[in-house]
C-alpha cells in the first residue's frame, strides 16, 4: 500500500467549523493589536488560551497574561523588544511538562512547540544536529535514527517534551550514568537577550572573552564581563559549595561553566542549561549527538528491603552499567493489585520488596550476557546466569545484599522489566482522593554511597508528618522520586508539604546532595537553592540574573529572587521576589469545587465525579504524536496540535469552569464548543493517560446536563434514536437509499439538518440479519455445541451490514458454538454518545433484564460491533449498578474476543488464502485491552497480520456524519491513512462500523474494508 495524506491543515480553517480553539473575551485588546501587528506568528489573550497555559505538570497555577506562538527567531525578538519597553514579563515554554511549576507565570508566554519546532540540520558525519527550541526529542532523535545516533539525554517525556525544555531544565534521563545531562551536548545556542538582541551563544576561549566583556558596554558585552567575573572572583565558592554529582540542576550551571574554564574555554551556552528560561530565550540550538547502543542486557535484583537496596547501589555502579532504576514495596504492592501491572510483578521472586533493575549497554549480544553474568557473580549467592562470568570481572569487597536476580536480553523480556520500573507512575498519579502524591521534593539527588542514611532518615520524616510516599527511579545517579501524599486544599496540608521540603533540604545539605537532581526548580524548589548553596553564590545567583536580564522580566522569581525588603525598598519590582512554594497551588485552602448539576452516572472512584475532574495533573501525555507516542489520545490534538483539544486542556478546562476560575459554566454553549465537542468520545485516555482521565465519560455528564439546560437539536435527537431511523429505512428499502441522491439532497440536509454533503451515508438493506436467521435457524444443534451464544445483532449490522453478521453466525458455528440471535437491536450506544443518559439507561435497563436469564442459564452474549460490545461491558456499569449488570458484563464479548477467550476457533477447520491483512482497532477495544483478540484469531487461522498501533478513526459514530466536525474528522482520518500507507499488508481489516465508513471515504478507497470476521469466514474450509 502506498499513500501520502499531503499536509494537514487546520480543520477549524473550514467555513463550517464552529470553533476556532478560543472564547470571545479577550484581556489587554491593546496589547494583542500591537502583538500582532508586529510579528507572523498568532497572538492569543483569550481567556480560554490563557487558562491552557495557567497549568503544567506541576502542583501549580498561574494566569499568564497571553500567548503567543512564535514563528521565527524574529517573531520572537520583535515581542521580547516590544515587552521590555513596557516592563511585561516574557517566559519561553514547549510541552509545558514541567514537574516544580517553571512554566507557569504571570507573563506572555512564548509557546515554541506549534511552529518553531524543525530539525534545521543533521551533520552526522560531526555527530552535530541544529534544531528549534519546539521540536519534540522524540520526533529529533527519530530524524537522527536512520544515521545510527541520537539526542542522549533521555527523560521519560521525551516523545512530548521538547529540546528547548531539555536546555531549560538541563535534562536528562533513566541512562544519565551513561550520558549525562543536557549542558554536556549544547555546542551553541542562538539567542534573544531581555533587551531584544539576537546573538550567539557558543565556545570562546578565556582571552576571547575578556575581550567582549565590558561592564559598561550593551547588554551582551556586561554578560560576557559578569561572567569572566564569576570566573575570576568566585571560583573558590562554587567549587566548595556545588555539590560533587553526576545530576544536579539545581541553581544556575556556574561548576560546569568553571569546569569548561580550567581548560582555557568557556561554552556561554551551557550556562543556559538549567536556567529555566530566566536568562535568555533560545531560539536555535546546535547539539552533540550519541550513537545509538548495538545492544542491551538488563538484570532484575530483587531484596528483602529498600535500605539493603540502597546499600547495595555503589557497589553495582563498579560494574559501569547504563542505569540503575529502583521500585520499592509501596509500588510493588500497588502495582500487584492493578490489573496492568499483576503479570508483570508476578514474575519476582518470592518475597521480593524492592528490586534494582540494572541495564548495560554492549556491542553485541555476548558482551551483554557476559556483563550481567559478572555482576550476578558479584553481587548475589550463587544465582545462575546465562553466560558463564569473565575471569578478570569486577569483584566488590562487600557483603552480597540481593537475595535473588533474574536477567533479559530479548527485547520483550527487557519490555517487560522496563514496565514494571514505569508503573510507579500511573499507580501513584490515579488517586482522585483530595490526597495527592505531591510532585515539590520529588527528585533529590544524594550521592549513592549516602543513599541508606538518607533513605532512612527520609523515612524518619514523613512518619513524623504522618504521612507516606514511595520511593522509586534513578538509584544509580542517587535520584530517588519521593512524593509524599499530601491535601494541599487545607491549611494544614499546605504547611505539613512546606515542613517536609524544609526539612528534606536541610538532609540534603547534610548527605552533599541537591534539592533538585532532574525536574528543575521552580516554584517548588527556588526557595531552597539559598540553603543549598549559601547566602554567597545566592548573591552570585542574583548578580547573574540582573546582569542578563536587568528588569527581571524573564520568567522572574524562578531559580533565584530577592526577598520582600528590596520589593518594598524599590530596588527591584515585585516580581523578582523569590516565588514561595505554599503560593499559587492549583488546589489551596480556598479552592471550591461546584459542577452546577447532580452527576448522572455511577462513579465508583473516590470522590466521585469531582475526583474525576481533578484528576490530571498535567503531564501532557496526551500531546504525543502518533508515530513516536503511539496509542489512541488525543486524536484531535494530532490532528488539530491544539492545547484546547489535549485531553489535558479539556480536564483543566472543565475543572477551572466547576471552580470558578474560568466565568463559564461547564454547560455555556460556548464551551461546549470550543472544550467539549471536539472530543470524540474514542475512551483513548482512559487507558493511555498515566491518571487514566476518563474524558469520554465527563463529556456524556456535561452533555447531559446541557440538554437539560438548554434541550437538544433536531440533529441529535435524530442520531440518538438512530435505531427507529435504520429500522424505517430497512422497511422502505431500496426506495430510503434513493431519497439521498436526488439532486440537492444532501445541499439541503446539511444546511438544515446539519449532516456533511461530502460524507457518504449508510444504506439500509430490506432483508434484516433477523430476518435472515428467522429463515435460516441455527445450524449447530444446542446438545452438541461448546458453548451457546446470544448475537446481538446491532443497529449496524442488522440494517445496512447484515452480512457481516451473517459471517459471524457461520464462523461460530464452524467452531462449534450453538447461536440464537437476540431480539433487540439498540444497545443504547447512540443515545449516550449524544449525552442522552436517561435514553441510554433505559435501554441499558432493557437489555439487562432481557438478556441476564438467558446468562443465568448458560447463553453468552456476543457482538460484532465494538462500540456495542464496550457499551455492555463498561459503559451499562455507568449507567446502572446491581448483580444483574455485572453478570451481563462479565458475560458480553466481541465476536473475536469470544472466539479468542475460549479458543473457539481452534475447532474450525481453516484453508486460509496467502494474504497478509493490515489490522486497524476500534478505539473503544483498545481502550478496554480487548483489542488484541482479533489479531490472535486471524493469525491462527492462518493470516499474516500486521497490527497498526493506530488512532481513533475519526468518524466516532455521528462525529463525522457532522458537518461542523466532517473537516476535524478527515484530518484525524488522515494520521491512519498514512500508517495504512506504510503498513506491508495487502487488505486493511477494521472491526468498527465507523471506521469502515470513513476508510470507505479514503479517496484511495478501494471499497468499504472487510470486518475481520468476514476475512475469518471467507478462510473457513
Known sequence: MATDSGTRIDPSADEVSNYDYQNDTVARSGLVDDLRARIDGEVRFDEYSRQLYATDASLYEVLPIGVVYPRSTDDVAAVMSYCAQREIPVLPRGGGTSLAGQTVNEAVVLDFSRYMND?????????????????????????????GLKFAPDPAWGDKSVLGGAIGNNSTGAHSLQYGKTDAYIEECEVVLADGTVTTFGEVTREELRDRADPDGDLEAR???????????????????????????????????????????????????????TLAIVTEAEVSLEPIPETKSMALLAYEGLIEAMEDVSDILEHDPAAV???????????????????????????????????????????????????LADRTNGVDSIAAPTDGRTVVDAPVRAFDAMEAHDEAKREKFWKMRKSGLPILLSRTTDEKHGSFIEDTAIPPENLPEYVADFQEILEEHDTFASFYAHAGPGVLHIRPLINTKTVEGVETMESIADAVTDLVVKYGGSVSGEHGDGRARTQWNEKLYGADLWETFQELKSTFDPDWLLNPGQVVGVDAGEVESGTKPERARTVDMTENLRFDPAYEFDAGFDPALEWDNDNGMQGMVELCHGCGGCRGPQETTGGVMCPTYRASEEEMTTTRGRANMLRQAMSGDLPDDPTDEEFMHEVLDLCIGCKGCAKDCPSEVDMAKLKAEVTHAYHQEHGSSFRDKVFANVDSLAGLGSAFAPLSNLATKVPGARTVLEKTVGIATDRTLPSFQRTTLQDWFDERGSQVPADEA????????????????????????????AAGVHVELADRTDSGRPAHSKGFLDQSRATARDNVDALVP??????????????????????????????????????????????????????ADWDTPGETLTYHGHCHQKATKKDHHAVGVLRRAGYDVDPLDSGCCGMAGSFGYEAEHFSMSKAIGSILFDQIGESRGDTVVAPGASCRTQLDDWDESDGEPPHPVEKLDAALA
Open 325 to 375: 532504576e529502583v521500585l520499592d514495596d509501596v509500588l510493588i504492592d500497588l502495582a500487584r493489585d492493578t490489573a496492568e501491572f499483576e503479570d508483570v510483578v508476578g514474575m519476582l521472586p518470592e518475597g521480593t520488596r524492592t528490586v534494582l533493575i540494572v541495564e548495560f549497554y554492549a556491542d553485541d549480544a555476548e558482551s551483554g550476557r557476559r556483563k550481567v553474568a559478572d555482576l
Open 223 to 277: 554578560i560576557y564581563a559578569e561572567i569572566e567575573r564569576i570566573l575570576a572572583e568566585e571560583g573558590k565558592e562554587i567549587t566548595s559549595h556545588y555539590p560533587d554529582l553526576k545530576r544536579n540542576v539545581s541553581g544556575y550551571n556556574l561548576d560546569w561553566v568553571l569546569g569548561d574554564a580550567q581548560d582555557g574555554t568557556v561554552n556561554v551556552a551551557s550556562l543556559l542549561a538549567g536556567s529555566e528560561g
Open 854 to 907: 438467558a446468562v443465568e442459564e448458560g447463553w453468552d452474549v456476543v457482538l460484532v460491533e465494538p462500540s456495542d460490545a464496550v457499551m455492555f461491558q463498561s459503559d451499562y456499569l455507568d449507567l446502572l449498578s446491581g448483580e444483574d449488570v455485572e453478570t451481563l458484563a462479565a458475560n458480553a464479548y466481541g465476536v473475536c474476543e469470544y472466539l479468542d477467550t475460549f479458543r473457539l476457533d481452534k475447532g
Open 119 to 147: 530539525l534545521v540540520e543533521a551533520r552526522p558525519d560531526d555527530r552535530r544536529a541544529r534544531a528549534q527550541p519546539g521540536i519534540k526529542l522524540g520526533d529529533l532523535n527519530g530524524e537522527l535514527a536512520d544515521h
Open 786 to 813: 461448546e458453548r451457546q451464544a446470544l448475537l446481538f445483532p446491532d443497529t449496524y449490522t442488522n440494517y445496512s451490514h447484515p452480512e457481516v453478521g451473517k459471517a459471524a453466525v457461520r464462523v461460530l458455528e
